[in-house]
């Protein structure tokens, strides 16, 4: 699940534990890809694993990638009977190249979106579909200028200033895949609210999860008063009806890598 440039330690426990929305609204996503018996898929930053599992167990040949080794170590531990591997979004090939491409939730924390989307369209035969889903424009927008807001007041204007996401209009995203080679044949972007699951600790817990980056080098005494403070922050908006809410906003995208040209 994680594919920055700068190494995130993930708490794959957590993950699965707290956050496991980021899987499950993936299934409706694989239903998107609709992978048939015998096809050769790779899921790009497959956390761990649980999507995976789901696009195998249609009969697929399903290889799974991700940087991270902790989620990958999880992934294994699950679902032993998949190929999973540790390699990077930016930089992966395959002798043999795959039917489709997947990607749930991975493709906002990759900066350097050209070449990941090189890999992408090397990767994939021809007429072979790619399908993903990532953060689009203004996604966790109200989070993170709470954070950054909390972050500058207390002096880390270092951390405030990092760029860890990158969250991409529709027209930005599928000009980069259409300069590749790709043909786009769906695309939206669409605000989806996103139930945290902590009653208590929604934001705190998300915050901790997705985006320790900022907090990096930050005393942990620090760190739980900024964490307090911007939860507080966000109570009037994010808190309703007794739950915590992620205002978050998708982009996803269906294309295909066309035959070559007759001429």
């Known amino acids: ?81 998949i190929d999973f591997r540790v390699l990077s979004a930016t930089d992966f090939h395959f002798d043999e190249s795959f039917d489709a491409v997947f990607s749930n939730a991975v493709l906002h924390w990759v900066l350097d979106k050209e070449a990941a989307i090189d890999c992408m369209y090397s990767n994939l035969k021809r007429n072979g579909r790619l399908v993903l889903e990532m953060g689009g424009k203004g996604n966790v927008e109200s989070i993170i200028n709470a954070l950054k807001k909390t972050l500058q007041r207390r002096g880390f204007n270092d951390n405030a200033a990092k760029q860890v996401w990158y969250f991409p209009s529709l027209s930005k ?70 739950k915590w809410y992620a205002d978050y906003k998708r982009l996803r995208v269906v294309a295909i890598k066309p035959p070559i040209s007759a001429k």
């Open 173 to 242: 995203y599928t000009s980069l895949l259409e300069k590749r080679g790709f043909r786009v044949t769906y695309a939206a972007h669409f605000n989806r609210d996103t139930e945290l699951k902590d009653t208590e600790n929604g934001v705190k817990d998300w915050i901790k999860m997705f985006c320790s980056s900022y907090l990096k080098n930050v005393d942990e005494t620090i760190v739980n008063d900024i964490l307090k403070e911007v939860q507080d922050e966000l109570k009037p908006t994010h808190f309703k009806n007794g």
């Open 1 to 81: 699940m994680s594919t920055t440039v700068e190494h995130t330690k993930w708490n794959a426990s957590l993950y699965d534990n707290k956050h496991d929305f980021v899987f499950k609204y993936g299934e409706d996503l694989a239903d998107t890809l609709a992978p048939k018996a015998g096809e050769r898929i790779l899921d790009l930053g497959c956390g761990t694993g649980h999507l995976t599992n789901t696009l195998a167990a249609s009969g697929a040949i399903v290889v799974g990638i991700d940087n991270s080794p902790e989620m990958i170590a999880k992934a294994k531990q699950e679902y032993p009977s």
